[in-house]
Structure formats: C-alpha cells, structure tokens
C-alpha cells in the first residue's frame, strides 16, 4: 500500500508538471484526489483490513500526498494564470502618454465670448453685472418702465404671455427696474440676458435672442456720458473703426431717446437682408433715463439722472464676425460653432 501510494504520488507529480492548462489540472485533480472515485479515496477503502498502528501510519501517508499533489496543483495553476496574465499585458500594452486621438476641445459660443469680454470692460469700469428673471411680471416688463396697459407702446414688443400677469421679458430693461430697487443711486449697472418676442423669424429677428442692458445713474449724468459709454462699449467690440448714426428713437423709460445704428458689416452698406437693404443695423437704442421712471423706483429726479441702453447683443455678435443670418447662432450646428 505505501508503494502503490509512493508511485501514484510521484506519476501524479509528474502529470501536473506536464500540464498546460487548467482543465488538464482539474482532471489530474479529480482523478487523484476527487472524494468520490478517485485514486487516493479508493486506496483509503483498503485500509480497514489494516492493524490499528498501519492504519495510523498509512493514514498520515495518504494525508501527506493528497496534501502534496493537491499544493503541486494549485502551484501549477498559479503559474499557468500567471503565464496567460503575462501574456496578455504584453498584447494589450497601452502607451498611457499617447495623445488621445478624437477628441476635440469645446469653446465658448461666440455669444458667451462677446458677453463675457462686455462683463469684463464694463466691470473695470465699476458697473456692476446683475441678473433678472426671464419669466416676468407685468410691472417690471411694463408698468415701472413708464408703459401703462393702455399705452400704444406695449405693441411694440410681441409678447409671450403666461397665466396671471407673467411673460417671458421682452427686453431686459425690467433689469434696471430691479437694480433701482435693490441698490440705492449712485448706481452703475448691466443685465446681460436672454430675451423672448413673439414675431416672425428672418435673417435679422428671432423670437429668442439676447440683449445687455446698461444703466447709470449719478449727480448730472448727461447725453455726454451715454456717447462716451457708448462709443467705448464699440471701439472694445470692433477694435476698429465703425460706422455709427445717432438719431431720435421714442421708448417712453428715456427722454431724449436715441437709436444708434450701426453701418451693416455684412455688406459694407450696399445692401442685404441683414440690414433689410438699408446698410444699417439697429444695435443700441439708449437715452436719458425719463424722470417718471426714477420716481417709480423712488429715486428723486431732482437730484438723480441716469442713462440706460439696450444693446441688441445677437446682433452685435452677427456685426462683429459678419454672420449673415441670425438663425444660425441658435442652431446648434457644429459646422457653424466650430470657427470660433
Ligand atoms: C428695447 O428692447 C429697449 N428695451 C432698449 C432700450 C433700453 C432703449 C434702454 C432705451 C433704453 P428694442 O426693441 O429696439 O429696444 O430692442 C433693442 C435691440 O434688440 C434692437 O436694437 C436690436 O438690436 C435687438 N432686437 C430687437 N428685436 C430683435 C429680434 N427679434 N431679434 C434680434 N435682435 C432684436
């Protein structure tokens, strides 16, 4: 018995260090050490007959090589695993310093790029950037604005109404209302923001589109001031001269109004569908703040005057790079966003 138990150790250890794969040392294991059937659980039957001691003895043998080619196997599959793992590594080796391929870097939308570049000039020049809901109340939309339910200039600007008095703003000069409210004068201030109207669409008009209003308010602010503002608000811009014209423009919130146009960069001023072939643009309504406006936000005209302006910043954005439809700034189209 404790030679049949020798040789089948030693053939065992023998086939495990032959074997190549996994399946091989499962066999080897059943066959060998498998509690049912196998090898060493059939010599163990025999050892009834045994006297108690070479019962004992021969026990501690059996132990011993089912303890050794069972370690012999499991050494064996740590090497075959090991191998297979080597292998692969050096198939899959990947070059972790390799520059990606296909990914391509995002920008800003040439609208948040103009927006940001105003925030900063008007910022180093002590205005402050305030923010506005775009779902509004009549009040701030209108009424504070010195636009009465009754006055003819509500129809000036199509309105998105909601339920109970609410619109989607129609410009953002409901923004200074709500700067004049929150922040006692001196005050300084622009509202860049998205703004909502409901008229047909062309190459010039969106129904969503964006403005940046502005407003001062100070001891003696005067026509002066918004011109300086104005043209220094257009030199940062277009870093190049442009041509501008200044001519009267009623909104009921500024008296005198004005409307700066500026001469169609698309055309050059020949004509095109941008500037409904008149070879100017409208960009920059503005005026002096109408004192009923100041009275509204409880500032006293008599001592306090401001201007405002509501720069068309759509437009703006279309002069400064010559894109000749409007449409193409909320279009999403990749082809479009990836030249700036
Ligand atoms: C206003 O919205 C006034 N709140 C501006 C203002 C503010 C005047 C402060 C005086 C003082 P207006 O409706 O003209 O004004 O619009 C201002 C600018 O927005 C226009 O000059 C134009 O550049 C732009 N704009 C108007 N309608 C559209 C549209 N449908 N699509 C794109 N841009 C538009």
Same mark, same amino acid.
């Given at each position: 018995m404790e030679s049949t138990l020798a040789e089948l150790e030693k053939s065992s250890l023998e086939e495990i260090a032959k074997a190549s794969t996994i399946e091989e040392l499962e066999a080897i294991r059943v066959r060998v050490a498998g509690r049912k059937g196998g090898a060493l659980a059939e010599i163990s039957k025999g050892m009834g007959?045994?006297? $108690? #001691?070479?019962?004992?003895?021969i026990g501690k043998l059996l132990n011993q090589a089912k303890d050794s080619v069972e370690r012999a196997i499991?050494?064996?599959?740590?090497l075959i695993d090991n191998e297979a793992l080597a292998k692969r590594l050096d198939s899959e080796w990947l070059d972790l310093t390799l520059p990606a391929s296909g990914v391509k870097p995002g920008s800003l939308h040439p609208l948040t790029q103009i927006r940001y570049e105003l925030e900063d000039l008007f910022r180093s020049m002590g205005f402050a950037v305030?923010?506005? $809901? #775009?779902?509004e109340d009549e009040y701030h939309n209108f009424d504070a604005l010195n636009i009465p339910s009754d006055h003819p200039a509500r129809d000036m600007q199509d309105t998105f109404w909601l339920d109970g008095g609410f619109l989607l703003r129609?410009?953002?000069?409901?923004v200074q209302v709500r700067g004049m409210e929150h922040y006692p004068p001196p005050l300084r201030m622009i509202a860049p923001g998205r703004v909502f109207r409901n008229e047909s669409v062309d190459a010039s008009h969106e129904h969503t589109f964006y403005q940046l209003e502005g407003m001062m308010i100070d001891r003696?602010?005067?026509v002066g001031h918004l011109i300086y503002f104005m043209q220094t608000l257009l030199a940062a811009v277009f870093r190049r001269e442009v041509k501008v014209r200044l001519r009267p423009g009623f909104f009921p919130f500024v008296e005198p109004g004005f409307e700066l146009d500026i001469g169609c960069l698309i055309c050059n001023g020949a004509g095109c569908a941008v500037c409904k072939h008149s070879g100017w643009v409208e960009l920059l309504p503005c005026g002096?703040?109408?004192?009923?406006v100041l009275r509204m936000s409880r500032i006293d005209p008599d001592k306090w005057s401001g201007f405002a302006f509501g720069l068309g910043l759509t437009r703006l954005v279309m002069m400064r790079y010559a894109i000749n439809d409007i449409r193409l700034l909320q279009s999403g189209d990749l082809r479009f966003l990836n030249q700036f």
């Open positions: 007959k045994l006297v $108690p #001691e070479e019962r004992a003895r499991e050494a064996k599959k740590k305030l923010d506005g $809901p #775009e779902v129609t410009h953002t000069s409901p003696d602010v005067s002096l703040v109408n004192p009923n």
